[in-house]
């Protein structure tokens, strides 16, 4: 069973950056698709991107299109996420995400996913 440990979120002004990270432990990522989920106050959980079992693919969310990058380095077991010209829209606790299966393509929907982070707080003020 993975375990999923987020990092790097923070308070950041309207324009800033900020980089996530993905820690997994306990099974290796590199046969697997790897996913990010935010959820804002009074929402439900939502798909924010994706990166396919070999890295060739990636997934985004209309919302975070050409700002947010995912990518992978298999090497230490970590996954990314690159957010850009952040918006106060995008506040919301952020989530890693995997599936138990390998070599399985990615999903959008929360009752796919098997496991979850605890989630990090990212909070941006206008």
């Known amino acids: 069973q993975v375990q999923l440990v987020e990092s790097g979120g923070g308070l950041m002004q309207a324009g800033g950056s900020l980089r996530l990270s993905c820690a997994a432990s306990r099974r290796t990522i590199s046969s697997y698709a790897m996913e990010w989920f935010r959820q804002a106050p009074g929402k439900e959980r939502e798909f924010v991107a994706a990166i396919s079992w070999n890295g060739g693919n990636t997934y985004y969310a209309d919302s975070v299109k050409g700002r947010f990058s995912i990518s992978r380095d298999n090497a230490k077991n970590t996954v990314y996420l690159q957010m850009n010209s952040l918006k106060p829209e995008d506040t919301a606790v952020y989530y890693c995400?995997?599936?138990?299966?390998?070599?399985?393509?990615?999903?959008?929907?929360?009752?796919?996913?098997?496991?979850w982070g605890q989630g990090t707080q990212v909070t941006v003020s206008s």
């Open positions: 995400a995997t599936k138990s299966s390998r070599y399985s393509g990615i999903s959008y929907r929360t009752s796919e996913i098997d496991y």
